[in-house]
């Protein structure tokens, strides 16, 4: 029996797609065993929880201490306007006695750091001059 050309080209075509179709499906079956084996396990997934919550936990740990110094920076703030407020209530005689102590002291920090700063200028001078005269006679 012979068989016509054009049925032996379609048969093989018929082979031919049977094979492709076979090694797709061989392909797609170990694609899903490849992905079945990476899929995380239970412990992957409490361990990767565990994670997330000791972060969130460090992220609401830093919230708290924001919120404390800020709570503190407020109540300093509540302070300084109570003060000025008390400052503000004072009479000219006391402002200006205030002021006179404040020039005060100032000025006695004057005085001393005028000193301080002399005193210090001359020992470095000093020092200089000795080690002029050590250099100079080498």
Known sequence: MVIPPDISLIMIGFVAAGIVTGLFAVYLSWV?????????TLEDRIDTLTENLKST???ISEI??????????????????QRYEQLKELSQSQVEA????IRGE????????????????FIVALAFFFLGLWVGGI
């Open 98 to 101: 205030i002021a006179q102590t």
């Open 32 to 40: 899903e065993r490849k992905r079945k084996e990476q899929a995380p």
């Open 57 to 59: 936990l460090l992220v």
């Open 64 to 81: 708290e201490t924001e919120i404390e110094n800020r709570s503190k920076i407020a109540e300093k703030l509540k302070n300084d306007i």
């Open 106 to 121: 100032i000025a006695g920090e004057s005085r001393k750091s005028i000193w301080r700063n002399a005193i210090m200028t």
